[in-house]
């Protein structure tokens, strides 16, 4: 369960090879249990569209992680920025006892831990579905979508800042999977497609956002027009400001890499909130925490 706030990871799945012979058997099995559906009109199954399209009509608990300066932030800005549900606070205690209750969702601090680290270096926001499920932890639940937030061990308190940004993030992926299942089963890395949309807008990284393969080369055949690099408290002011027009980054990797660690990469429009960049990659001695000199030139080219 999660009754310690840690649980066995959400992201990440382990990729299966399929044979051609082994695809052939499923796809026939499928389509027998297809067409004895459609024949006896017994069985009904159920989208992430469906499965959600009570979201607005039911109460998102807030789950607090008991760490009275986080959980005071929380509920601060969780007030300001909830709109699209009722929303309420409650303990691990409370969760524990209504975690099989289908008529709440809740929102919820998850260590995910990927399987080649022994440790989980990321702390998830994760919005999951009470149900039947839950008593093999919050893995049985159904889930809704998950954002990183922060290292687990020794965050620099960042995540605060754009805490308003990423809950708006979560709420607008609820909507847009209320009216889609493509949407909600594609995840945030859908929001790439929002990069064609960023011409013509300022696009800022924090320093400690950059990886270190980005070199001073790098820095000058991209880093002009409305691409830049800045200090990190410069360019959360972008976010306290509201800025318009203006992409900021933000970056979520473990406080110490271990082999297998992954780094995320966002970039979020400072005025509106809007998901723009959701890339993630393995941590290795190639490929530090950040922003890589690959995703510089991706961004770029949408320029």
């Known amino acids: 369960g999660c009754g310690s706030g ?8 382990r990729k299966v090879k399929l044979t051609n012979r082994k695809m052939r058997k499923i796809l026939s099995l499928a ?4 067409f004895s559906c459609a024949a006896f009109g017994q069985a009904q199954i159920k989208t992430m569209k469906m ?20 959980d005071a932030r929380f509920r601060n800005i969780i007030k300001e920025v909830s709109t699209i549900s009722p929303c309420e606070f409650c303990s691990l205690d409370e969760y524990e006892s209504l975690k099989s209750n ?12 990927f399987s080649k680290e022994s440790e989980p270096g ?36 960042r995540e605060f800042i ?7 993030i979560i709420q607008d992926h609820v909507l847009k999977s209320m009216d889609k299942d493509l949407e909600g089963y594609s995840g945030l890395s859908n929001y790439n497609i929002n990069l064609a949309k960023s011409k013509g807008k300022r696009l800022v990284f924090a320093e400690q956002d950059l990886a270190a393969d980005v070199l001073p080369s790098v820095r000058a055949l991209y880093f002009k027009g409305g691409m830049e690099a800045m200090d990190v408290d410069d360019a959360d002011d972008l976010f306290y400001d509201h800025s318009e027009n203006t992409l900021v980054s933000f970056v979520v990797a473990p406080t110490d890499p271990q082999n297998g660690s992954y780094c995320y990469k966002l970039l ?10 959701f890339r993630k990659h393995r941590i290795s001695k190639e490929y530090g925490a950040g922003f890589l000199t690959e995703d510089i030139k991706r961004i770029s080219q949408a320029q």
């Not at 499965?51 to 986080?70: P, R």
């Not at 979020?268 to 960049?277: F, M, N, P, Q, R």
């Open 268 to 277: 979020i429009d400072a005025g509106t909130h809007t998901l723009y960049y």
């Open 122 to 157: 990321i702390e998830f926001l994760s919005l999951v579905k009470g149900g039947v499920g839950a008593s093999e932890g919050i893995n049985g639940l159904f889930n809704v979508v998950d954002v990183p937030f922060r290292a687990a061990e020794d965050p620099d308190g």
């Open 51 to 70: 499965k959600i399209a009570d979201f607005q009509e039911k109460t998102t608990k807030v789950v607090l992680t008991g760490n009275s300066m986080t």
């Open 31 to 34: 389509l027998a249990a297809l």
């Open 162 to 168: 754009l805490l308003p940004a990423l809950l708006d």
């Open 102 to 113: 289908p008529y709440y969702y809740f929102l919820m601090l998850v260590k995910g831990k």
């Open 6 to 13: 840690t649980c066995a990871p959400l992201p990440g799945k």
